[in-house]
DNA sequence: AACAAACGAGAGCAGTGCTCTTGACTTTCG
DNA sequence: CGAAAGTCAAGAGCACTGCTCTCGTTTGTT
């Protein structure tokens, strides 16, 4: 079909046959489905049945193309990861190279933002697990490291250029063995950044999403907190100068 | 029956009869059961059925004393908020009646204790909503909250004691909104503490839930931190910090 | 003793995940 | 070109779920 056969030949990307284009037409469809029924009805209540009913086909027809449910659970996951991992990406990118507070803050609003818009979705990526699956960490971890990554990425830059404030750094020590842990991720993701800043650097992380997962899951109960829109920007605010981040 | 039977035609409370009793000794077989299948098999596995099984007796059965599954969750909810609640007040209450650094550790570790203990049950109360579910707020709202009144507690009497550093509190400027939230709470729960520190207290409130969640969910990874309990006990050094307590 | 409430068992309905077989269609290759 | 190989949708079927209803039996009260 391609004038360039012979190089075509050589490389595995052939061209895709009709049938391999239906095919994926018709898995990104389930997906899509999936995705719908994931935002109205729950991660657990995903049913296959039902997305073959919207896909206007027999219950059985999906199993050619989704191996069983947690493929479907698996494909939701990546997909989930990545469009919260482009969000966040997008966000930190708007902001200038050298505000590394914006970043910051830009990157924990792009997951408030997400989970409050898609909250069955971020129920799966970081709520309880689903009973019975346990996700593939072969296809899932890149994906789901994407955030955390760039937040380190974030505090990482800024310890270079001078921004974080090495003065919060030596308040609480850090054990031996949480040292080891400490050093064996800078060495794998290049850091430079101390011991000190990446542990509160952790707990800024769990804090972001500790009160996302608050806000998403209902825990602040009905009406106790109207204002949830200063409450997160005010805790923003501490967990930036926990770390060390100028204002 | 009862010899002083006008007086108990007057009160509510009549002597129970054996019929009661035992339907009272079979509704708590069932919640036992239920807490051993939500053990096993996470909460949104948790059947009836199988319950009913392990109970010796046929599935329309359990019908007589438990009005349908999420009944049944409900009843393993107050459970699991009141054992949760047991535990921390007796950690909190171990400790010495003015330390409050003490104190609020205590409750952070009892919390974390029970959760990866029960990580199914923790799940079920801090974890996504079980899809279809909505608690019902007038029978989970009092045990539901223990743990942040006791938190508060905790605070609060830190800052009437004048060991709650007053100088962290005034770095973030509270906006009028969050205000007018924390002075209804501070008026409903008769508090003392100013608006910083308890906005502060929230903070650590939902980090210590972060920090557990991400642990018992799994979102750590597989071996990143091999130094979990170093980990906490570090992030609860920080966040003792961010409310202004002395260590 | 008579009656009403409570109870356990069983059948049954509609839904689920998943497997297997059947028949039709498409692509590829001799 | 035609046959073989591969792919697909459909349907039946199994075991499970929540839940309802009916039918006798047991229990407690009058």
Redesign the pocket.
């Known amino acids: 079909m391609t004038p360039a056969e012979p190089a075509a030949a050589l490389s595995k990307e052939k061209p895709p046959?009709?049938?391999e284009r239906?095919?994926t037409q018709?898995i990104a469809d389930i997906v899509r489905i999936g995705r719908e029924h994931l935002a109205l009805h729950g991660a657990a209540a995903?049913?296959?049945?039902?997305v073959a009913?919207d896909l206007?086909?027999?219950?059985?027809?999906?199993?050619?193309?989704v191996?069983?449910?947690?493929e479907l659970l698996t494909l939701l996951l990546i997909d989930g990861y990545n469009e919260l991992g482009d969000e966040v990406d997008a966000a930190v990118d708007a902001m200038p190279a050298h505000d590394f507070t914006g970043q910051f803050k830009a990157l924990a609003h792009a997951v408030r933002t997400w989970a409050i818009r898609e909250p069955a979705s971020y129920a799966l990526l970081f709520g309880s697990p689903v009973p019975g699956y346990q996700a593939p960490g072969e296809r899932t971890t890149v994906p789901g490291t994407r955030v955390i990554v760039r937040l380190v990425g974030v505090f990482d830059a800024a310890y270079r250029a001078g921004a974080l404030d090495a003065q919060v750094t030596s308040a609480v020590v850090i054990p031996p063995a949480l040292a080891e842990d400490l050093a064996a991720i800078r060495t794998q993701m290049n850091l430079a950044v101390p011991d000190a800043s990446m542990a509160r650097g952790v707990l800024v992380w769990t804090s972001v999403f500790g009160a996302v997962s608050f806000e998403v899951f209902g825990q602040y109960g009905r009406d106790t907190f109207a204002a949830r829109d200063e409450l997160f920007e005010h805790q923003l605010g501490v967990l930036q100068g926990v770390v060390g981040l100028q204002g």
């Open positions: 046959t009709p049938r239906a095919r018709t995903l049913s296959l049945r039902a009913r206007g086909v027999v219950s059985s027809a999906v199993y050619r193309y191996e069983n449910r947690d």
